[in-house]
């Protein structure tokens, strides 16, 4: 009869155990520390809350902070590029550039409305933040109506205008990014100590039913602590930027539900350190944001460096002759080309960036400049017949208007680079660096063909 009851008894213990840990936490911890009742209701009450505050605090983050960081990096990107449209438009007077600001400025408008439904989000900044952009717009309005003959000199007219607006709105947007990522800051740190109160708290009580000699307490004590120093470690990890951390919660309880919440969240904050790199849409190289940062940086750090403008000559011929679409192209092209000479030529830490139209900027060590620049020639003078048509390619030039209406011979485009260092002047700055490649970009300009100049001049450092 023993030996038949035993199998028995083992098999209904296995059938136990699966469906027992099969349950959610709550219904075990009830069905465990029945004899505990008191103990049970201090670990139930507590655990549920800390898991309850852990997932408002998670949702308020991926609702409220996330969604702030998210908007304010279109707002700027958006507020960018509808600048650049306008001063496009002035240069170019394409109707398209115009339809292409107002597209901007109805997306800004849109993720302004998407702001104000955030609960967290302060009204006010949004408010003013509309007032701006709204004379902002009404700004370039009244630019587009002038007469033709002044739209030419439009841009050095308002150009203050038009700058202490953009800084004004760009000031604002900095103000809510600043304040959503204080206020993620501050949550992760609630996060952080919510879990440590909670491991504590649970450990004590689960010590106590120990104590009283209840081995289901210290099974699901142990399961509970791991759990909760997984989710502790997450919100460590996250807090340092390290967004690729996967806490090992694999059970299908409430603790799993919250570990793929906070998985959900690395995800999203990781897309949101990228879209921190300014990123150009057309190239997916840093914009001009990103490059002055990275010369700034590089500049107090007392960094040796080369700045070298890149500039494509004759490219607003090609797009007249060609349009916008092939024109885009040639500008991707020429991103590739300088990401490919500085990965066989530069050094780990060469950084490059679109500034914007046919402008590029390399920032690396003063003695890889040299290689690099000869080596984005090179690449470009053989990759620039191909842009053309066989009978302009053939005849080496293109037929286009100048900006004063008359018709010229336009060369195949070339490229010039000016390059600036810091090795004779070490206290330049950024602003006086722009200024000098800017400068010697334009002379550059001037002689046919590509090349590559080096200011080697003293500049003061004011």
């Not at 919660?249 to 990781?270: H, S, V, W």
């Not at 000479?341 to 040299?370: C, K, M, S």
């Amino acid at each position: 009869m023993k030996t038949i009851g035993l199998p028995k008894l083992a098999d209904f213990k296995d059938r136990f155990l699966d469906r027992f840990f099969g349950l959610t936490i709550a219904t075990r911890m009830t069905l465990a520390y029945l004899p505990l009742a008191i103990i049970i209701v201090l670990i139930s009450v507590y655990t549920l809350s800390s898991l309850s505050e852990l997932g408002d605090i998670s949702r308020s983050i991926v609702t409220g902070d996330m969604v702030v960081i998210e908007a304010t990096d279109s707002l700027t990107q958006n507020l960018l590029a509808q600048e650049a449209y306008g001063r496009r438009y002035l240069i170019m007077k394409s109707d398209e550039m115009k339809e292409l600001f107002q597209t901007r400025s109805t997306e800004i408008d849109n993720t302004l409305d998407t702001l104000a439904r955030v609960d967290e989000m302060d009204l006010s900044l949004i408010r003013s933040l509309k007032a701006r952009h709204d004379d902002f717009t009404a700004l370039y309005a009244g630019i587009f109506d002038l007469p033709e003959k002044e739209l030419a000199t439009a841009g050095a007219v308002y150009d203050d205008r038009i700058r202490q607006g953009l800084d004004d709105q760009l000031a604002i947007i900095k103000a809510m990014t600043q304040e959503a990522r204080e206020g993620l800051a501050q949550k992760s740190r609630r996060t952080d100590a919510a879990s440590m109160r909670a491991f504590h708290v649970a450990a004590l009580l689960s010590a106590l039913g120990i104590c009283l000699g209840i081995g289901s307490a210290y099974i699901i004590t142990r399961s509970m602590s791991r759990s909760i120093a997984q989710l502790k470690l997450a919100t460590a990890k996250f807090s340092e930027r390290q967004f690729d951390f996967v806490p090992d919660l694999r059970q299908k309880d409430e603790f799993g539900m919250l570990a793929r919440a906070f998985i959900a969240m690395a995800q999203r904050l990781a897309r949101l350190e990228v879209m921190d790199l300014d990123a150009s849409p057309l190239t997916r190289l840093p914009g001009g944001v990103a490059i002055e940062n990275v010369l700034e940086t590089r500049l107090a750090q007392q960094q040796d460096i080369a700045f070298c403008l890149v500039d494509i000559d004759n490219f607003k011929a090609f797009n007249d002759r060609y349009g916008y679409a092939r024109g885009n192209e040639v500008i991707k092209a020429t991103g590739k080309i300088l990401e490919s000479a500085i990965a066989d030529h530069g050094t780990e830490d060469a950084f490059v960036g679109h500034i914007g139209g046919d402008d590029f900027a390399v920032i690396l060590h003063p003695d890889r400049y040299g290689q690099v620049c000869q080596a984005i020639i090179e690449a470009f003078d053989r990759k620039s017949p191909t842009f053309y048509d066989p009978e302009d390619r053939d005849r080496g030039y293109v037929i286009a208007k100048t900006r004063q209406g008359k018709q010229e011979q336009f060369p195949l485009m070339t490229v010039s680079i000016a390059v600036v260092t810091n090795l004779s002047q070490k206290e330049i700055n950024s602003v006086r660096i722009g200024e000098v490649a800017a400068e010697l970009k334009e002379y550059a300009k001037t002689v046919p063909g590509s090349l590559f100049l080096v200011d080697r001049r003293e500049h003061p450092s004011a």
